[in-house]
């Protein structure tokens, strides 16, 4: 289908041209942000014609979507991320495919994730999802509980936190968005200083198709985008 092809390499070479303007403009180098492309929209065969264009790292919402695909994509070299919601009777097959989690937001289910890391005999990093605009509709953890929390899994030496993830408010516009970030990375930096050191606040994962360059400016590392990959297939 070289219809597909055409649309996907456009759009992903639009995308990275858009996430290096932005971080240019703020004095970061574009290779610090890592575009994490959401197939949660696609058949396994568009997200397989998303990988030939060089996106290597995939994301997810569901964890049987994320088994899936991973599963009929197994031939390809593609890094998995869980980027939604986890229960904890999903840990065991996620821990198997996922490469970062981006969704711990209890202490239970970090204690479910470190049984499985060590039965595996391997550790899981996972970033800790933070609701930072306070939406009652948004999963993740209030800004007060992200301290104790990370005390926790500080004592779980099979699980690596890497940073924060979080979604801005869905219908506030790409300035309230701008702000949303921006409260992450402050948090996040407040949290570097308190922190024991293995503990490692490194990623911010935040911004999707409408605001990824508000994210970029606010110091993403990592941008979860969905719809504009896709637009016009
Ligand atoms: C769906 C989803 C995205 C991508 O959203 P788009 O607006 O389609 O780019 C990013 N993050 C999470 C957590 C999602 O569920």
């Known amino acids: 289908m070289p219809h597909l092809a055409e649309v996907l390499e456009r759009n992903v070479a639009e995308i990275r041209g858009r996430i290096a303007d932005a971080a240019r403009r ?26 030939a264009t060089g996106v290597r790292d995939l994301g997810e919402s569901r964890p049987q979507q994320l088994w899936a695909k991973a599963a009929a994509m197994a031939e390809e070299k593609v890094s998995w991320h869980l980027i939604g919601s986890l229960q904890r009777n999903k840990v065991r097959r996620t821990v198997e495919v996922a490469k970062l989690i981006h969704s711990l937001d209890s202490a239970r289910l970090a204690d479910a994730i470190h049984a499985e890391a060590v039965e595996a005999g391997r550790s899981v990093d996972a970033l800790v999802e933070v609701n930072i605009s306070g939406d009652a509709t948004k999963h993740g953890v209030a800004p007060d509980a992200v301290r104790p929390l990370m005390a926790h899994v500080a004592g779980l030496d099979h699980l690596r936190v890497r940073g924060l993830m979080t979604m801005s408010h869905l219908e506030g516009g790409a300035e309230i968005a701008r702000q949303d970030f921006a409260k992450l990375r402050e948090l996040r930096d407040r949290l570097r200083v308190e922190m024991p050191p293995s503990i490692d606040l490194t990623e911010l994962s935040m911004g999707m198709s409408d605001d990824f360059e508000q994210a970029v400016q606010e110091g993403a590392t990592i941008v979860r985008v969905g719809s504009a990959l896709f637009r016009g297939l």
């Not at 890592?34 to 929209?41: A, D, P, S």
């Open 26 to 51: 703020c004095g970061r180098n574009p290779s610090d942000v890592r575009l994490v492309g959401v197939t949660k929209y696609v058949t396994p065969e568009v997200a397989q014609a998303l990988v």
